[in-house]
Structures are given as C-alpha cells and as structure tokens.
C-alpha cells in the first residue's frame, strides 16, 4: 500500500496543505492563532460558552444521540430526527474539537469525550454507520438509494469530525471508527465492485483529509472514483442544490491539490466565473431558488424570495478558501471576507442561540417558520411562505443542518486568518489577533494585529521574528478598497497599493518591526447588472466588507417598499452619516441619510390608460444597519436594495 508523509496531528490547518504538491499556500493550525477583543473574538466565544451547549441539549432532546444508543443496543426506540441526523451530531462534535484546538475547556472536553462514545459503541462489526440503517424499517434499504438517503454525506461528517478531533486531541479513537468505515465503503465500491454515488457531496472532501491524515492513498483514490462518478471535469455551468454544489467543488479543490488534475482545475474556473458573474448575491449568499434550493438561470437574483441557505454560504467560503489556498489569488479571499461578514454571520443571532436556515434580501416583516418538513423525517417538502415573509431564527429546525454548521465555521475561523508560503507569511482577514508560528525554515515568528476592522480601515501589525531574517509578509488589499497607504516603522512605502491584490513587502525584518496599513473606507452605493430586473433603479449600501440594510424598526412609520434613498448623482456616497455605537446591536456603526416617501391622492386600479398622476413626497430621515444585524429585535420590514432618487442638491 502506498503512503504519503503525513503532517504531525499538531501541526494540521483546517484543511492540511502543507505537503499538498499543487498548492500555493500552506493553512496554519488553529492553535497557532489567537483572536482577542474585536470583531470576531465575541461571537467565537459566544460560540464556545452558549450555541455549542445549547446545540448538545437540542440534539439529546431531538433523538439525535440517542439513535447511536438505540444503534448500540444500549436503549430501544424510533429513530429520532430529519433523514441523515447523524451528521448534525458529527458536525457538533467537529465544532468541538474545533474550539479545543483554540483552547482547553474541560466542560467541553468532558462532554465531547463521552458522546465519542457513543458513536464508537453504534459501529457495525463490518464499519457501516448510519443508524437510520442499522435498526427500525429501513435497516433493509441499507446502501440501496444513495442518490436519496445521505449515507455518503454521513460518513463524510464523521470522518471530518474524526479528523478534526484527531487534531485537538492527538487520540485516534474515533479516527479508528472513522477509518473502519472508510474502509468498508472503499472495499464495497469502486472499479470491479459496485457503482454508487452520493446524492450529497461531502464524502469527496473528508475522505481527501483522510488521505492527508494517515497517509492512505486508497481514500485518494476514492474521492477520485466519487468525482469520476459526477463526471465533474466536463461540467459546464452551476445547476443544482447549491450546498451540494460547494461542497462538491470543495472536495474537488482538495482533489486537486494532491493530483494536479487539470481538468478538474479548469472546470472549478470555469463554475466559480459562472456563479459569480450572474449567481450570486450581493452578500455572497447563493442559491436563489426555493424549489431544490437551487442556483436559478443567470441574473435570476429574487430579493424577497431569496433561499441562500446558510449551509451554502459555508460551502461557499470552503470553496474559496481551497481555491486560495491553491494559487493565493486576492478575488478568493474577497469573496470568502465578503461571506464571513454577510451571507454567513446573518445566519446566526447575536444571541449565539437561533439561526436563519434562509438569509433573504428583503423582507415584509411577515416572520414564518422555515423550512416546513414532514415529521416523520423520512421525507421532506417545501412549504413556501407568503411572499415577502421570511424565517424567523429558530433555536431548532426541521433539518438541523445549518445551526452546526455554522458552529463549526465560527470555531474554525481562527484557521482562515493566515497561510505560509515558500517566501513568507500571507495575511487574508484582519482583526485583533495574534500569529504564533513558523517558517519552513523552521524559524519561529509572531505576529501582531491590532485594528478596529470592519468599522475603521486601519490595521497596525507588529512582526516579531525569533531573529533577524528575511522573509516577504503578504497584505490583503481588498477590492473595495479604492485607495490604501502602507507605513514601514512609520516611513511611507513607495509602492502603490492596488485593489484586490496582496501587497509583498520583502526584507530583513527584525523583532519589534511594524506596519502600518491605512484603508479608506467610504459609504459606496452599488447598483445591479439591469439584467437583474428586480434591482433596475435600486442600489446597496455597502461600507468596507460590510452590506447595509434599511430595517423597518429604525426607520418608523416608514413603509420600507416605499422609501426612496435621496442621493448626491455627483457623489453617491457622501450624504451619509457614521455613527458608532457600542451599545447598539453588539456594536455597530449604522449610517444616517435621507430618503423620499412618494404616495398618490387617489387609489389607482390594476390596469388603466397612462395619465398624469398626482404625487407628493415627504422628505425623511433614514437609518442603515449592518445586513448580518437584522431581526434580532422581531419581525422587521427590510430591503438591501432601495430605489433611488438622484439629485444634485446639497443635502
């Protein structure tokens, strides 16, 4: 059996590139970067002393747990919970060791350790598990409707929450049940044995971890059988489930890496130009269609009827996290940024305690709960909602997806902030953090971030090298950012900062050496490609990485679908207000402008022969917040795209 030179368990990034052929960059482990007080570090924290508890309580009460007791014979009962619950629970258990990467919590530890046990105790003698199989009426449909029953998409969860507790532990126990099941899937499938294919990647990327994780190039081999079966490299165009969609162009990115496929790299090109130049949403959210909860035809963006489920927003930071991981080009980075502060964090309250398993644009206020699935969890149907409506955060879903999900990208996030290269220290996402790590020359550095980011566009970094080396340190230059200056132990650099670009300063650095970045950060108003007919006339509100919204909520007695923006046609973005507050929604900077309701003085039927109308308008005031804020104060009229008014006058 061939092997590869694994990386040691202590030294892994969320994803182990560093000893991948065909990537650029190498991910950094979670412990070796520290988060403090900013942005980030209160949601993580909240993540790891609120939502994970809460999640461990609503999967013991739900059944999830208790189907591997029942699959162990421990306990007799009905199989808990929506069709493929396992996974819910190994994604918990991957956020878990996730957080224990970061940090020790013996509350968490304790409790991690001994659902561990639960699942080791479920595994079939052959390593099959998937307990909606192992007992109850299904037990005979066992690995006979793949495309359907998310048998593959369960052992891909448990062998990422295998991996991921391998790496915070250095134990390979439940890597052992994980591998066991590996092995049960390879030896039944493949060339000369039985074709199958999952309806629901997520298999392909776990079992290249695997790979990278103890050297085994039969999981390889077989994220490459399960991608032939997909036949990904003569894909054209983004169709289809959009989680599905993401975590399969994840698992190819992966596949990629290790094999140098070329085709399979030029169709991931091909399908990220394809979704983001006409699919996807201004919040990097994707997936427009409820039906399937799918990508729509180019250009079909609805706002109010918007699905971008939250799992997808994940899959679509894996995605690019992968594809910057292989060439360290700035757009992926972007992207990803512009998820994290949007897409993503609007899935999940301030609270750390209800999530939105949909993140419309707009919303009448109308707050129903979504996704509707039948009890039974075998099946499931969409339920759509009065148009205009929206889900309210819920503690608790029909499909438990997203709440996990999301836990597992909040205490991973510390893994995505920096990569090495062969030529230095790249840093994509800025907050207050600190690197501790080292080069491949083995020589230990730390670095320093001190920023008030996203709110304020300068970032001060201290680099403090074990001794005076040379070495280039990569700065993210985002795409909004129209005009940036760079200070070296406060000397302005000649170079010139260009936009969506990573800036390299390479030199002798010594201990104690800082830069200094400036990013202006003004109030941009964004308008749509006119093929997207909703948005013809509207704009977005979007300040540094962050999208704004008009809530109903700060703007009473005002019909939000009435409401024209009132804006400067010389510059757009100048009328705006900035006013930070710290005791307002977690700490937020919230724009003020001014706005124009128009009405008519008579009622208007449906149809009728064009005339001059009657139209007066009130001047008003008007308050934006930060999209990810919204509904955290109940149901709420919103819209990130408004109409507009120009007009040159001074306001």
């Known amino acids: 059996m061939n092997r590869k030179e694994v990386i040691d368990w202590q030294e892994a990034g969320v994803v182990s590139t560093g000893k991948s052929p065909f990537c650029k960059l190498r991910s950094v482990p979670i412990r070796a970067v520290k988060i403090k007080s900013g942005f980030w570090q209160p949601r993580i924290e909240i993540n790891k002393s609120q939502s994970l508890m809460d999640m461990f309580d609503l999967l013991q009460e739900r059944g999830a747990i208790d189907n591997f007791r029942i699959a162990a014979g421990k306990k007799k009962g009905k199989h808990g919970g929506f069709l493929g619950s396992d996974s819910d629970l190994y994604k918990w258990i991957e956020a878990v060791a996730f957080a224990l990467q970061s940090e020790n919590i013996p509350k968490l530890s304790k409790i991690l350790e001994k659902t561990v046990d639960e699942v080791i105790e479920a595994q079939q003698n052959d390593g099959y598990l998937v307990t909606d199989f192992i007992f109850g009426k299904r037990v005979k449909e066992r690995l006979q409707d793949l495309g359907r029953n998310h048998e593959f998409y369960c052992a891909g969860h448990l062998i990422q929450a295998a991996v991921a507790h391998y790496r915070a532990t250095g134990s390979s126990r439940l890597l052992d049940v994980a591998r066991h099941f590996a092995d049960y899937l390879v030896a039944t499938f493949g060339p000369g044995r039985r074709q199958g294919h999952s309806g629901h990647p997520e298999l392909e990327m776990a079992m290249v971890e695997l790979y990278r994780t103890t050297g085994d190039t039969r999981y390889l081999d077989f994220a490459g059988y399960l991608l032939a079966g997909l036949n990904f490299a003569f894909l054209k165009y983004l169709s289809g489930h959009a989680v599905r969609v993401a975590y399969m162009c994840s698992g190819v990115a992966d596949y990629y890496a290790e094999t140098g496929d070329k085709k399979m790299l030029e169709t991931l090109k091909r399908l990220w130009e394809d979704m983001t130049s006409s699919k996807i949403y201004i919040t990097g959210g994707i997936g427009s269609r409820y039906e399937g909860e799918t990508f729509g035809e180019p250009f079909e963006l609805p706002n109010m009827r918007a699905y971008t489920e939250t799992c997808a927003a994940i899959g679509n930071i894996f995605w690019n996290w992968r594809m910057l991981q292989l060439n360290g080009k700035t757009c992926f980075a972007d992207l990803m940024e512009t998820i994290l502060y ?75 902030f920096y990569s090495i290269s062969d030529e230095g220290v790249w840093i994509h996402l800025y907050d207050n953090s600190q690197l501790d790590w080292h080069l491949d020359n083995g020589k230990k550095i730390s670095l320093i971030q001190q920023t008030h980011y996203p709110w304020e566009g300068t970032v001060d970094i201290t680099v403090l090298p074990e001794e005076e080396m040379e070495f280039s340190l990569f700065l993210r230059i985002p795409n909004w950012c129209r005009q940036a200056s760079i200070y070296l132990n406060g000397i302005r650099v000649s170079q010139i900062p260009s936009p969506g670009s990573y800036l390299k300063l390479k030199r002798r650095w010594e201990k104690g050496d800082t830069v200094h970045l400036e990013m202006e950060m003004p109030v941009v108003l964004f308008e749509c490609d006119p093929q997207v007919r909703e948005n013809l006339s509207s704009v977005a509100i979007q300040r540094g990485p962050l999208v704004y919204c008009l809530e109903s909520i700060d703007n009473p007695d005002v019909s939000i679908p009435d409401l024209q923006l009132l804006i400067n046609s010389q510059n757009p973005g100048q009328n705006f207000t900035l006013e930070f507050r710290s005791d307002f929604l977690g700490g937020v900077s919230i724009l003020r402008g001014k706005g124009v309701l128009f009405s008519t003085h008579w009622k208007r039927p449906l149809y009728q022969p064009m005339k001059k109308q009657s139209v007066s308008t009130k001047e008003v005031q008007v308050t934006a917040i930060p999209y990810y804020a919204w509904a955290n104060r109940g149901a709420s009229q919103m819209e990130v795209w408004l109409p507009w008014h120009a007009s040159t006058k001074t306001l």
């Open 342 to 416: 949007n897409g993503f964090l609007s899935g999940v309250s301030l609270d750390g305690l209800k999530y939105f398993y949909r993140n419309p644009l707009a919303s009448s206020g109308i707050m129903v709960h979504q996704p509707y699935y039948e009890p039974d969890g075998m099946k499931y149907s969409y339920k759509e909602p009065p148009s205009g409506s929206t889900a309210a955060r819920q503690r608790w879903h029909g499909c438990y997806c997203c709440p996990p999900n999301a836990a597992r990208m909040l205490a991973s996030l510390p893994g995505y």
